[in-house]
């Protein structure tokens, strides 16, 4: 079992969520988390950053794994720094906008 922490009442709480029995890892939606504390999209703001840390010493305590997503492979890097060890990157839909202009580029310059 995987459980979400995206709001700051969770983080609050993630030692007594991950002392859950039967829990295997706690993943962050960074992107949620910041909404809930006021700062949408913000998830590099200090804030954010400090309820983010806080979920990653508490899984490592627990001997958990900790997961985040990121919407680049850029973005995560500085969360695989941290301990994330579940790492979700990218969105679908710029995946397909990316493979599409790379087939325009590639139909432009045949």
Do not use: C, W
């Not at 700062?39 to 703001?45: A, D, K, N, Y």
């Not at 309820?51 to 990121?70: C, L, M, Q, T």
């Amino acid at each position: 079992m995987v459980v979400q922490i995206e709001h700051p009442t969770a983080v609050e709480n993630v030692e007594s969520i991950l002392a859950v029995n039967g829990l295997d890892a706690v993943f962050v939606g960074p992107y949620d988390l910041s909404t809930a504390l006021g700062l949408p999209g913000q998830v590099t703001h200090p804030l954010v950053m400090e309820h983010i840390s806080r979920v990653v010493e508490a899984a490592r305590r627990f001997n958990k794994p900790a997961g985040i997503f990121g919407v680049s492979a850029e973005e995560v890097k500085p969360y695989l720094l941290q301990g994330f060890t579940l790492i979700a990157a990218g969105v679908d839909t710029t995946f397909l906008l990316n493979g599409v202009k790379k087939t325009l580029e590639k139909l432009r310059t045949a």
